[in-house]
Structure formats: C-alpha cells, structure tokens
C-alpha cells in the first residue's frame, strides 16, 4: 500500500495532509526517515513512527475502554463529557464507534470499534450476546425479586419477556446478573419492574470477555483472542 494511503487508513488526516507529513520527514519506518508518499510497503506487521511515536498498522480497531461516570457514549455530548475525548484523535479519525451505549452514569466495559461487522455481531438483536452488569440497589434485594428477574419482567413499549440468568446476590444492595439483550436502559427498567432501584450499574463482562484491568477512562486495543472473547467465542485453552 502506498505510505500516503497507509497514514490516511490509520486516521492520520487526509491525503494531502499525510503528503506533507511524509515530505517533511516526520514519518520513519524501521527507524529510517522515508519522504516518498508514493512508496509501496507491504502492512503485514507493519510498524512506523510519527512525529516519534511508535505505531502498529491495523486494518481495523477493536477497543476495550473503561467508562467512568458522567461520559456520554455520543459524538455531540449535551450534559457530559463524550467518550470519544478519552481517546486519541486518529481513533476519532477513523470513525470509530461505541458498540452499543452505556448510560451516562453507568461504568465499566465499553467496546469501540471502526469494523461495521464486529458491531452489528455485537448488536444485532437476534445475537443475544450477555452482558453481565453488577448492580447497587436503592432497596435490599429480595428472594422475590431474584426469582422475578430470572422469570422475566415484560418492559413498556417493549415485545417480549426480559429474563436474567445467573442472578446473584453480592451483599444485601449490589447484585449480578446477566442480560441478553439491550434495549434502552434494560438493566434499571428490569429492576423497577421488580420494584426495586438501580443506583449504581458497572458493566462487568460482555460474551467471555471480562473488563481488563484498566483505570477509570483507560483504554486499551484488544488482542484478537480477547476480540473473539467478545463476541461469545469460547477458545480453547
Ligand atoms: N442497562 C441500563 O439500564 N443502562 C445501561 O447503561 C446498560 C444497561
């Protein structure tokens, strides 16, 4: 691929812009300035640096982030910060996506992604991938309650049954369950139909993949095994 398409692909900015990064030697590959935009390389395993930072090619992004509180999984955040400004720009570039929302106040697992597929395989109504939320309520969690939520709870405006599978109480007021499906606010309507109150939602987990350890508003690129993990692939040990 030529270096000036190679820069452009990776959210560099456009064409004519990485040209000039390129003439004016900002770009090194194996550690050799390279001011040519019409050069071929070849983007297995390619590794280059600009402006002195290291960078991997990569077709496509897949990222796990860890939301804090009062981020909006929207570009034209209203209230609140979006999550979008906890990543580097040529990720914005790239035009990734949230994979599916959190609410504002709910943190933890967030994917984000700039491959089409991957996001509809996570989000398309009919994948059912879980999500496992930990839940602090406003009430003590009942044996009720559970069974109700393992029964299934119908939502307003909604067709079906919502059910939970492996509900677990984790103290008095902070339980775990699991979701398979998404739809608005599901986790907090699920428990208002069992009448209780969410106050506090953290995503724990989607399909296999746990939360990685990241710190509050971290973010980090998944391997392509933790990718797989995602999207409900069990791997061999
Ligand atoms: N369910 C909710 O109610 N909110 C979220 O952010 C995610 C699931």
Redesign the pocket.
């Known amino acids: 691929m030529l270096l000036e398409k190679i820069l452009q692909s990776q959210g560099f900015g456009s064409r004519k812009y990485c040209q000039q990064l390129i003439r004016n030697g900002s770009v090194l590959i194996e550690n050799q300035v390279c001011d040519n935009p019409k050069q071929n390389f070849n983007t297995d395993d390619l590794n280059f640096i600009v402006f002195g930072e290291p960078y991997q090619y990569r077709e496509n992004v897949y990222i796990a982030l860890n939301k804090p509180q009062d981020y909006e999984c929207s570009h034209q955040a209203t209230h609140h910060q979006s999550v979008f400004s906890l990543l580097p720009e040529i990720l914005i570039h790239r035009g990734v996506q949230c994979v599916g929302?959190?609410?504002q106040d709910?943190t933890g697992l967030l994917l984000l992604t700039d491959d089409g597929q991957y996001l509809q395989s996570l989000t398309h109504p009919r994948k059912h991938v879980p999500?496992i939320?930990h839940v602090t309520t406003a009430d003590p969690v009942t044996p009720e309650q559970i069974q109700a939520l393992e029964q299934g709870v119908e939502l307003r405006n909604e067709k079906g049954i919502f059910a939970a599978t492996d509900v677990q109480l984790i103290s008095a007021n902070q339980l775990s369950m699991t979701?398979h499906q998404?739809v608005y606010?599901?986790?907090?309507?699920m428990l208002a139909a069992v009448g209780n109150k969410?106050d506090a939602?953290h995503?724990h987990q989607i399909g296999q993949l746990e939360l990685p350890d990241l710190a509050e508003g971290g973010w980090m690129y998944l391997t392509s095994s933790q990718k797989q993990l995602s999207q409900n692939i069990v791997l061999d040990e």
């Open positions: 929302r959190l609410d709910t999500k939320y979701v998404g606010h599901q986790v907090k309507r969410v939602l995503r």
